[in-house]
């Protein structure tokens, strides 16, 4: 088992949640996909991030959109940065990924509202863009808009993301194999396949 705790906001999650599947089925290793709120974490052990946005050393920030824009090439995804709105609140995003969890639907949505907010650059925070993105997948989508307000989505939202940060992460995604070992980062996912291998050798 892969758990992968993950937010929609982050283009290199995007990146990983995409490239871990993959790895997952040539591995047949199951993923439990994690919804967290990636700026409770920031706030709480990680607001370098922050300084960094505000006042990053401007070559050190220029490689970084370049470091971007060539694994998006390698991996052939079309990311759009910054987007528009950035950052974004996507509490209200990653609590559907919670609610559609149970029922099966959380790849789909996620990797839409992945899609949605650094391709077609729209604002995931609104409900209209949740509701076209169900819709479109075919959900039901005045029960999904109903489900992110229940105290219980709520309640599982927070407890993914105090959970990461209990368990030693600092931001999205972050990967445990076997349930101690972690890793950050989409670059990270060749170590990820090691674990797996070095595990099932066990």
Avoid at 38 to 60: C, D, L, T
Avoid at 151 to 169: C, H, M, S, W
Wanted: hydrophobic share 50%; charged share 20%; proline share 6%.
């Amino acid at each position: 088992m892969i758990e992968c705790f993950f937010d929609c906001s982050s283009p290199w999650t995007w990146l990983a949640f995409r490239n871990l599947q993959v790895l997952a089925a040539e591995l047949e290793v199951a993923v439990d996909w994690k919804p967290v709120l990636v700026g409770g974490i920031f706030n709480a052990v990680n607001p370098s991030v922050y300084a960094f946005r505000e006042n990053g050393v401007p070559a050190k920030v220029a490689y970084h959109r370049k470091d971007l824009m060539d694994w998006a090439r390698h991996d052939g995804v079309e990311i759009l940065f910054p987007p528009r709105v950035f950052p974004v609140n996507s509490v209200k995003a990653m609590r559907a990924c919670c609610w559609l969890k149970p029922q099966g639907g959380l790849v789909a949505f996620a990797e839409a509202v992945f899609k949605a907010y650094w391709t077609d650059d729209r604002d995931i925070s609104q409900d209209a863009v949740l509701a076209e993105i169900a819709t479109a997948l075919g959900l039901d989508t005045p029960a999904l808009l109903a489900g992110i307000s229940t105290p219980a989505v709520k309640a599982q939202l927070k407890a993914n993301t105090d959970e990461v940060i209990a368990r030693g992460g600092f931001g999205s995604p972050t990967m445990f194999v076997g349930g101690r070992d972690m890793y950050f980062g989409n670059d990270r996912l060749p170590l990820v396949r090691q674990a797996v291998l070095r595990q099932r050798a066990a």
